[in-house]
């Protein structure tokens, strides 16, 4: 079974400023989409970024990006020019590669950025 | 377009009793899947639909269970409510099952006292 690991519960960050939000992941597939998800206190759950295993340039979203280290299962989430409004909880989450719509998520970093 | 929308928004049961929590995906969105957020489990997979079909499985007992209908609306129950079960339980639909985004309703609070 696949699983996903969240290191860090609790995240800040200075407004304008960079943060790396860290998550590794375990899986015997070589195929397979890696997922960044945003949930602000409204809580509803939104797409930031998505992976492609098969693709080695690394995807990016305007002020988000990824390093995806493959070999080391890693898949970190920068966010630059931190705004206020990117405090949330994060989830990275799992999807095997032809499985239908299962997502196996992380524990979740919540990220306060303070003014 | 109107989004995931879920209903009711809040659920208050006592043990024993069953539930049925329900989910408007996305028009034109065919797959809806269902997960069940608790600060001690976090987010875990119930179950996934697709044209009326379940797909996927999660790990839960028998006690949980879901189906489709025709328009592509999603139900799901849960008889004999334990406290263990309180939690937030989210929808997502997307239009198939391969690299489509999900999109996420807001998710139906359920409390069991």
């Known amino acids: 079974a696949q699983t996903v690991t969240q290191s860090q519960p609790e995240m800040s960050v200075q407004e304008a400023e960079t943060v790396t939000l860290s998550c590794t992941y375990d899986?015997?597939?070589?195929?397979?989409?890696l997922f960044w998800y945003k949930q602000p206190p409204s809580r509803q759950m939104i797409l930031v970024i998505r992976?492609?295993?098969?693709?080695?340039q690394n995807a990016t979203e305007n002020r988000f990006s990824v390093n995806f280290q493959k070999a080391a299962k890693s898949f970190s989430l920068k966010i630059s020019d931190s705004q206020l409004g990117d405090a949330a909880m994060y989830f990275c989450a799992y999807r095997r590669w032809n499985a239908g719509n299962m997502l196996t998520f992380g524990g979740g970093t919540r990220l306060m950025v303070k003014p | 377009k109107a989004g995931v929308t879920q209903t009711p928004r809040y659920l208050i049961k006592t043990r024993g009793q069953q539930v049925t929590l329900s989910c408007s995906p996305i028009s034109g969105h065919r797959s809806v899947s269902w997960y069940q957020q608790t600060p001690g489990q976090g987010l875990q997979f119930l179950f996934e639909?697709?044209?009326?079909?379940?797909?996927n499985k999660g790990n839960f007992p028998g006690r949980f269970s879901g189906r489709q209908f025709s328009n592509s609306r999603s139900e799901m129950n849960v008889s004999t409510l334990e406290l263990g079960d309180s939690a937030l339980y989210l929808c997502a639909s997307s239009l198939e099952a391969t690299y489509n985004e999900q999109f996420f309703g807001p998710g139906t609070r359920l409390t069991v006292l």
């Open positions: 899986t015997s597939e070589s195929d397979y989409y």
């Open positions: 639909y697709f044209s009326e079909t379940q797909r």
């Open positions: 992976q492609e295993a098969y693709k080695q």
